[in-house]
């Protein structure tokens, strides 16, 4: 049986500030946990670097202070993988996910995050790829370029964190670092990978990943209003059976 997600989009809004996200998709997660609808956050962000749990210093070929000069924040983050860039232009999701029965495997959920984002990037004549080397596993690529990186966190089997699909992204700000700690690989974006069209708006985009991860993921797509969600996406009264399982942030995603 297919289970509604509420689709909280934040595009309206302009980019936004990662803490305030991260803060919003604590909320989310306390709610699946509970027994709570699941939610799915569409959004840009401020320029932020962000470093994953599996991230070190050498990387970064800036340091903080430097980059907060440039427009830059840097945040450390809970999920998994290395440093990767967020910014307008940018498509984000973060899907907070109760999962449930057989989808309670950690690389078939990072796979249908990668089979969401190929159909995306299909619909706007973009082909894209998962890669056979395992230093490039979670993320999407055209060519030698990655598109789109993942990078999530499960505890308990509820997720948080997600995808960045580059749309129109400034690419020269994964130049302040190596993505993803890949150093022989570029980076793309819709934008650059169909050149002799027009770039695709992001809101078009963003509902066809809409589309893409309700098909993958066999969701029920239910559109909330950012200023409802709080008190429309609550848990029932009764208490909720509590999912168990390990506390888990796939490597090699970012």
Known sequence: MRRPVDVVSLLPLGPRPYDDVVALQKE?????????????????????????RNAGTDDLHLPAEQL???GVAFRRSDRGGKLTFHGPGQLVAYPIL?????????????????????????????TAARSDLPARWSSVWVGNDKLAAIGVHLSDWVTTHGVAL???????????????????GGVTSLERARSDLPPPPLVDVAARFVESFAEVFERDAVPVSAASSSEELAPPTAAASRSTGPDRSPSNGA
């Open 28 to 52: 989310a997660e306390a709610r699946a946990r509970e027994g709570g609808r699941e939610t799915l956050f569409l959004l840009e962000h401020e320029d932020v670097i962000t470093a994953g």
């Open 68 to 70: 907060a000069r440039l």
């Open 98 to 126: 109760r999962l449930e029965g057989p989808e309670r495997d950690v690389r078939r959920f990072v796979r249908s995050l990668e089979e969401v984002l190929i159909l995306t990037a299909a619909a706007f004549g973009v």
């Open 166 to 184: 580059n749309v129109t992204t400034r690419l020269d700000r994964f130049e302040l670092f190596v993505p993803c700690g890949i150093r022989d």
